[in-house]
């Protein structure tokens, strides 16, 4: 395990693997993030997929505008979001609101046909016990399949839905279910992504299969698609392209959605678990 660290100014990236997860210390929130740190992030970033922060006390505003140094913001269509922020996503978790479809393994949004490049998720409330995340280096997935293997991927393509948020409108009345979610069909019309994605920045092979939004291979038998699939993500399950994160409250951890995946462990109902997410679209020019 890496334990180099590589000082540019006061941030400084600490690896926990050769190419996987790096933590970022020496950055200063409570003043405006400044250009020369965003570039050290974002190659971080680059080069280690998830990067995680201790210590990050913000606010929304400050929220925002961190994320907003690497692209421009996504609101999620479906998950709610502050009053004042719309950009900000809030997954708050308790007695009386049970964890809703995020202790499946996916990237955020593939049911966009332009899935964001990144996610930077805050922790502000942690149960005493439970509520980690884990992540899942899908290039290192690829790279761990054999040759023949990966011959057989390339070029197979793969159709994504925003799938289990249609229960979102489960409690409507039948013929206002239907009306809201045909229009959100006419706004998310089905994407279809390459099985396999070459990363723009890094050039990376990447595994872009997921279970939770990820309907079938086309051009496949239902029965070939489904084995298919299910071997792929026994594939990223293996422990050693994974890592599992324990929050405390203001740890954050900004990942590259491209090149993995992750999973919000659903083990600490009824306790209650509260975090705050910025999207980014596609990432602004660094040169
Ligand atoms: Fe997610």
Redesign the pocket.
Known sequence: MAQTADRIDRTEVIPYGPTFVAEIRGVDFTQPVGDAVARTIHRALMNYKVLFFRDAAMTPAQHVAFGKLFGELTVHPFVPHLDDFPEVTVLDNHKDNPVFS?DVW?S?ETFRLDPPMG?ILRCIRMPERGGDTLWADMAAAYAGLSDKMQKFLSGLEAVHDFANFRHKFDHLPIRERHERLAQMEEELPNPTHPVVTTHPATGQKILFVNPQFTLAIKDMREDESRALLDFLYVQAATPEYQFRFHWQPNSMVFWDNRGTQ?YAANDYYPSHRTMQRVTIKQERAFS
Do not use: A, K, L, P
Request: glycine share 0%; charged share 20%.
């Open positions: 995020t996916h955020d996610s992750h």
